[in-house]
């Protein structure tokens, strides 16, 4: 069993693909948007061994053809990739990354502008963090280069071009002493030396909103914080603040439009293990099982406002809430038993 949330991708209409770890080994299976089941068994992919979730993206092809590139670590700190065709269900041969041993979770970033080209980002040695290109028409890439910044857990990285900008990377790290670290033009700067995380930080970003990021994430003692900078100057634009909640782990974030303009829908797991969300408002259970793992969210965009969260229960079973206008329901069985 492994108890983390799984990756979903909504880059097919009516359908979502999840694709998650069962027993080190990677699954994938698909979910009609209108049902409460997979439409068919699980399907395996080929990549055994894991020691990590992996890190999937849809790839940016200028064709319209459904490709997801997987990227995961294995037991010693070897990166793999493959691909899915989640249209025909082929599986490519899993290849090895060469260059890195990996002391964190992949995160990878594919955009229209540098396709077929996609970002790879990830701690090696000595937990500095490095970067590489992955040619998916070649199966090639360029060699590790360091990022001169210590990074504990799987960084996350906003894409500017995804909300309009140009095809550069906003990279937050959880490093020394709990200090989350922003890439600038200047270097490498601190933002919450009043709040430290335990938890890596989430980011909200939105094409309204511009420059402004929004980060989120758990501090001391279970404390959960959101703090906001702007990336054109590298300047924190509102400084750390608590939320009126106990919640630990990391936090799932979509952005939802409004009339009255974007806001954060925050999903997080509390203390206690019950499900919490501000998706009405205010910091608020929605009922269910207590969970063993951190939510994952998503908002399809052929159903929006809804959103579809999936998480595991304390039996490592695979569970889906699915909200529209709250309060919103869990599904009647469990997706997985394992």
Do not use: C
Not at 33 to 44: I, L
Not at 221 to 242: K, M, Y
Not at 269 to 292: E, K, W
């Amino acid at each position: 069993m492994n108890a983390e949330p799984p990756t979903v991708l909504t880059n097919r209409p009516g359908l979502e693909d999840v694709v998650f770890r069962s027993n080190n080994s990677v699954w994938w299976a698909t979910r009609p948007e209108s049902a409460t089941a997979f439409s068919s068994s699980p399907k395996a992919l080929g990549l055994t061994n894991t020691a990590g979730p992996p890190e999937v993206v849809a790839r940016a092809t200028p064709d319209g053809t459904h490709i997801d590139d997987i990227y995961v670590r294995m037991h010693g700190g070897a990166l793999m990739y493959t691909s899915l065709d989640s249209d025909t269900g082929q599986i490519a041969t899993p290849i090895a990354i060469p260059g890195i041993v990996a002391s964190t979770d992949p995160t990878v970033v594919a955009t229209a502008a540098s396709y077929p080209r996609e970002r790879i980002y990830v701690s090696g040695a000595q937990n500095i963090l490095m970067i590489a290109t992955y040619n998916v028409s070649t199966n090639t890439a360029t060699a590790f280069t360091s990022l001169t910044v210590p990074s504990y857990d799987k960084p996350t990285v906003v894409p500017r071009f995804a909300i309009g900008g140009p095809d550069a990377d906003d990279i937050y790290v959880r490093s020394v002493f709990g200090a989350i670290l922003h890439n600038t033009g200047l270097g490498w700067s601190i933002l919450n030396a009043t709040a430290p995380a335990l938890s890596r930080p989430v980011a909200a970003a939105s094409v309204h909103r511009g420059t402004i990021e929004n980060l989120y994430y758990q501090g001391a003692t279970s404390q959960f914080f959101e703090l906001s900078v702007d990336v054109a100057t590298g300047d924190v634009a509102t400084a750390p603040h608590l939320l009126s909640l106990p919640a630990t782990g990391v936090p799932a974030v979509v952005v939802r439009s409004t009339p009255t303009g974007d806001v954060d829908d925050v999903w997080v797991r509390s203390i206690y293990g019950g499900l919490v969300t501000n998706r009405s408002g205010a910091f608020a259970f929605v009922g269910g099982s207590p969970l063993a793992t951190d939510p994952a969210v998503v908002a399809p965009a052929d159903r929006a406002p809804a959103e579809d969260v999936y998480a595991r229960d304390a039996q490592n079973k695979m569970l889906l809430y699915t909200v529209t206008n709250p309060p919103g329901t869990w599904g009647p069985a469990p997706l997985t038993t394992s």
